[in-house]
T-cell receptor, first 119, second 110 residues
Framework: DTGVSQDPRHKITKRGQNVTFRCDPI?????LYWYRQTLGQGPEFLTY????????KSRLLSDRFSAERPKGSFSTLEIQRTEQGDSAMYLC?????????????????FGQGTRLTVV | KQEVTQIPAALSVPEGENLVLNCSFT??????LQWFRQDPGKGLTSLLL?????REQTSGRLNASLDKSSGRSTLYIAASQPGDSATYLC?????????FGSGTKLNVKP
């Protein structure tokens, strides 16, 4: 397995257009996360999936954002009617979430990200 | 809500120095603490993961420690090299998500 893959690496779009990003996680991982990162800041949580179920969405994820993970494999993040404030790096991560006696373990592996620029 | 802080925000050192990066978190009920490296315009590369039951982890010149009771973790880099120049991020895992600090930007001068 080559790790987490994201496509495209870069996207420039005009304000008001729709964009879709894809993430292919590590195959045996049961969790998939989407994060957003702006310059000089740490990544901020957007949403996560356990297999195919979307279990949590951040308040950052307005109704213009939608994410899917059909069949619990790859995931897509769509932004409708893009705004300049959506310009950021969108990062995908996957992990194998394991419940163990004494505590859980979840190690995140990130993709290279998709850099979105809205002009 | 978990809040993670990293100090310092930036650090510049000459090659060969040993250095310590600091990470603090407000909610000690974490499952694990993970350190990442990020090069400009790139994704995050996992360096070390410390589970809540562990005190430290080592990989090569890197050593990470965890003190849950005080809400702190440190990343120790021995004999720094120019190739270590990058932004280092820590992430606390609880409430089913990873909470990140803003990172420490490290510059190692030749």
């Amino acid at each position: 397995d080559t790790g987490v893959s994201q496509d495209p690496r870069h996207k420039i779009t005009k304000r008001g257009q729709n964009v879709t990003f894809r993430c292919d996680p590590i195959s045996e991982h049961n969790r998939l996360y989407w994060y957003r990162q702006t310059l000089g800041q740490g990544p901020e949580f957007l949403t996560y999936f356990q297999n195919e179920a979307q279990l949590e969405k951040s308040r950052l994820l307005s109704d213009r954002f939608s994410a899917e993970r059909p069949k619990g494999s790859f995931s897509t993040l769509e932004i409708q009617r893009t705004e300049q404030g959506d310009s950021a790096m969108y990062l995908c991560a996957s992990s194998l979430h394991q419940m163990k006696i004494g505590g859980s373990r979840s190690e995140a592996f990130f993709g290279q990200g998709t850099r979105l620029t809205v002009v | 809500k978990q809040e993670v802080t990293q100090i310092p925000a930036a650090l510049s050192v000459p090659e060969g120095e040993n250095l310590v990066l600091n990470c603090s978190f407000t909610d000690s009920a974490i499952y694990n603490l993970q350190w990442f490296r990020q090069d400009p315009g790139k994704g995050l590369t996992s360096l070390l993961l410390i589970q809540s039951s562990q005190r430290e982890q080592t990989s090569g010149r890197l050593n990470a420690s965890l003190d849950k009771s005080s809400g702190r973790s440190t990343l120790y880099i021995a004999a720094s090299q120019p190739g270590d120049s990058a932004t280092y991020l820590c992430a606390a895992y609880n409430f089913n998500k990873f909470y990140f600090g803003s990172g420490t930007k490290l510059n190692v001068k030749p």
